[in-house]
């Protein structure tokens, strides 16, 4: 499986692929377009999940690397050595499972400035099913985090299958301390992306047919039905979902492209007034084989990663 991540320092702008057993850093060539490999390493494991992460007021990124034994490491490249150096490393029970648990792990700086971590707070919620989770950007604000879930409590004891018929899908946010929970429901959810931070803030919901955009604020939901190609007219049950999406963001401006499982690309973007979403635009883009992650790069370049087709 391949997972194109984001590593930037102040002159670079590089991708770390995890290949199951194995991480590679490419460098594409601005210029051409082109990507080359600059360091392969065997992690002796298997890769489960890969992410970027920036501390405020770093330069570069780190990367945290998730293992099957439940093991996290957190790793810093250095391009005079052409390593990866190991940060840390701390063994957890799960994060973000499919069922159950939710851990949340706050990493800061020491006055040597090391990376530390801290212990690690929980909202497990029994019989629940997670969808999918994504940090929500509060700018400065105490984190928040959204949540797809579903209770199977009261359907799991009905024989019938009525209540399973009856219950609701529901959007949760968590903050940090957990000390609020606010949840709303949500109709065939399947995928969340988080609208950057500022103004407008929030989240993306990509249910079937329909992608939402929610204002944590007062204001309310804006939905979008997902265009559908000629030859999926014929069947008009045929749900359209998201099931990959890059967030490109300057400055000034930001947009989204979104994949959905038949391989349609989208770029995404959301027309406000007075700092208001008024309308969300969906623009057909491209359709390649269906990837398991894409990455929009600095100098222009889409670079996409795919189990089934050419990266």
Excluded: W
Aim: net charge negative; hydrophobic share 40%; charged share 25%.
């Amino acid at each position: 499986m391949d997972l194109p991540i984001e590593t930037s320092g102040t002159k670079m702008h590089d991708i770390i692929v995890s290949r199951g057993q194995s991480l590679e850093l490419l460098r594409p060539d601005p210029n051409t377009g082109k990507v080359h490999t600059m360091l392969t390493v065997e992690v002796f494991g298997i890769i489960r999940s890969l992410m970027a992460f920036r501390l405020t007021g770093g330069i570069e990124d780190c990367l945290v690397v998730g293992f099957d034994s439940g093991q996290i490491v957190i790793l810093e490249y250095v391009p005079a050595k052409n390593v990866f150096e190991k940060l840390l490393t701390n063994f957890f029970l799960i994060m973000g499972a499919i069922e159950k648990q939710k851990l949340v792990y706050i990493l800061n700086r020491d006055p040597e400035s090391r990376l530390t971590i801290f212990s690690l707070l929980g909202a497990h919620e029994s019989n629940t099913l997670v969808y999918h989770m994504v940090g929500v950007d509060e700018g400065f604000e105490n984190t928040m985090f959204a949540c797809l879930k579903f209770d199977y409590e009261e359907a799991e004891t009905d024989p019938t299958g009525e209540e399973a018929i009856k219950t609701q899908q529901t959007l949760a946010f968590y903050e940090l301390d957990f000390g609020l929970t606010m949840s709303c429901e949500s109709t065939h959810a399947n995928f969340l992306v988080s609208v950057p931070g500022g103004k407008p803030s929030g989240l993306l919901i990509c249910s079937e047919k329909y992608l939402t955009y929610k204002n944590l604020g007062d204001k309310p939901d804006i939905r979008c039905p997902i265009p559908r190609c000629r030859n999926y007219l014929d069947d008009p049950e045929r749900a359209m979902i998201f099931v990959c999406s890059a967030t490109h963001k300057t400055k000034s401006t930001f947009f989204f492209l979104a994949q959905t499982e038949q391989g349609d690309i989208f770029k995404i973007t959301l027309e406000t007034d007075d700092d208001v979403v008024t309308e969300i635009k969906l623009k057909y883009f491209d359709s390649i084989p269906v990837s398991n992650s894409m990455c929009v790069l600095k100098t222009g370049f889409l670079f996409v990663a795919s189990e089934f087709g050419n990266q």
